[in-house]
C-alpha cells in the first residue's frame, strides 16, 4: 500500500507531463506495469507448474493455479486501461491491426481457458497433471509471442521500453519504476492472500471427510481449484 | 514535499476523464477481487469452525481432529500452501 500510494503521488505530482501526449501518459504508469506483471505471473505460473511436474507436490500447482488466476486479474484490468488509454490517445477503444494489442488479447483468451479446463477434469490427480503441462506450454507462448511482436514492423503502440534504455527520462522513469514495484508487490500480496484462502478449504475439506467421509466431498461439486 | 508544491496544476479538462477511469478501473477491480475473497474467506472460516465443533462432539474422533485442524488453529497465511500440501498428501 505504501509502494503504491507513493508510485501515485509520484505519478500526479512528481513525473512531469509528456510533451506530445499530455496528462493521457499518466495512464502509462497504471497500465505497462499490469501489462508487465500479468505477463511475468503467467511465465511464474509455468515455472510453478514444472515444479509441480517434477516434485508432484499439491503445493505447487496450488502456486501455479494461484498466479495464472491472479494474473488474468491483472491482465483484464491491462486491457481496460489500455483501452481507455487508447480511446483517449487513437480515438478507438480497440484497434484491431495493432499486435501488440490483440497479442496481449490472445494471451488472455488462452489462459482464460485453464480454469474451465481444470473444472472439466473430474479427477484430481489428472486435473492438476493436465493443468501443468498446459501451464507450461502456455508460459513458454508468452515470451515468443512478445519476441513476435517486438519483430513485428507496423505498429502504432508507443514502444517506451527498450533493450537500449528505453526513451523516458529520468524523473519518468523512477515513477515508472516504483509504480512497477507496486503493482508487484501488490501481485505478491494478493497471490498469498489467495493461497492462504484456498489452504483454509482445503483443510475444510479434510475435515469433511473426516466426519462425513467421501460422498460429502462429492455432494459439495467439483472445483476448479487444486484439492 | 517541495516538488509536490512547485508541481503545476494538472490539466484536467480534456484527458482528466480518462485518466481517472483508468485509475478507477485499477483501482475497482482490486476491491472487487478483494471484497469476493473476503466473503468466501468468511465464510469458509465459518464453516471450518462448524465442522470442527461436530467433530468435537463425536466420541473418539479427537486424534483425527488434531491431525486436521492443527493447521487451521496454529498457523496464519504465510506457509499454508505447506499445510495444503500436507492434507492433500494424507489423501
Redesign the interface.
Known amino acids: 500500500m505504501i509502494t503504491i500510494s507513493t508510485a501515485l503521488a509520484l505519478v500526479f505530482f512528481y513525473a512531469p507531463l509528456d510533451a506530445e501526449q499530455g496528462f493521457i501518459q499518466k495512464i502509462f504508469y497504471v497500465h505497462v506495469p499490469l501489462a508487465i506483471v500479468s505477463l511475468c505471473g503467467f511465465v511464474l505460473g509455468g515455472v510453478f507448474a514444472i515444479g509441480h511436474l517434477r516434485t508432484g507436490a499439491r503445493v505447487w500447482d496450488l502456486r501455479s493455479y494461484c498466479a495464472i488466476h491472479m494474473s488474468l486479474i491483472f491482465a483484464v484490468a491491462g486491457l481496460i486501461t489500455g483501452s481507455i488509454w487508447a480511446k483517449a490517445s487513437w480515438g478507438h477503444w480497440w484497434v484491431w491491426q495493432e499486435p501488440t494489442l490483440v497479442s496481449y488479447l490472445i494471451v488472455i483468451l488462452l489462459f482464460a481457458t485453464y480454469q474451465p479446463m481444470r473444472f472439466s477434469i473430474e479427477d484430481p490427480e489428472r486435473q492438476s497433471r493436465y493443468a501443468s503441462v498446459f501451464a507450461v506450454v502456455a508460459a513458454a507462448f508468452v515470451p515468443l509471442n512478445f519476441i513476435a511482436v517486438r519483430l513485428s514492423v507496423a505498429f502504432v503502440h508507443p514502444r517506451v521500453l527498450t533493450l537500449g534504455g528505453g526513451n523516458l527520462p529520468g524523473s519518468m522513469r523512477f515513477t515508472f519504476l516504483v509504480s512497477l514495484l507496486g503493482i508487484a508487490l501488490l501481485f505478491a500480496t494478493l497471490m498469498k492472500y489467495e493461497m492462504a484462502a484456498k489452504s483454509a478449504r482445503s483443510q475444510m475439506r479434510a475435515l469433511r471427510r473426516t466426519l462425513y467421509g467421501e460422498d460429502s466431498l462429492v455432494a459439495a461439486g467439483r472445483s476448479a481449484a487444486p484439492r | 514535499m517541495m516538488?509536490?508544491a512547485q508541481?503545476?496544476a494538472?490539466?484536467?479538462h480534456?484527458?482528466?476523464p480518462?485518466?481517472a477511469?483508468?485509475?478507477i478501473?485499477?483501482v475497482a477491480?482490486?476491491l472487487i477481487?478483494?471484497t469476493i475473497?473476503a466473503v468466501?474467506?468468511g465464510r469458509?472460516?465459518r464453516?471450518?469452525a462448524e465442522?470442527?465443533r461436530?467433530?468435537h462432539d463425536?466420541p473418539g474422533?479427537g486424534a483425527?481432529?488434531g491431525a486436521?485442524?492443527a493447521?487451521?488453529d496454529d498457523r496464519?497465511?504465510?506457509g499454508?500452501?505447506?499445510?495444503?500440501?500436507e492434507?492433500?498428501?494424507?489423501r
Open positions: 516538488a509536490f508541481a503545476p494538472l490539466p484536467l480534456t484527458a482528466g480518462y485518466v477511469a483508468a485509475y478501473v485499477f477491480v482490486i477481487y478483494v475473497m468466501r474467506l469458509d472460516e464453516r471450518l465442522l470442527r461436530e467433530l463425536r474422533a483425527s481432529l486436521a485442524g493447521g487451521a496464519g497465511g504465510s499454508q500452501a505447506d499445510d495444503h500440501a492434507v492433500a498428501g494424507r
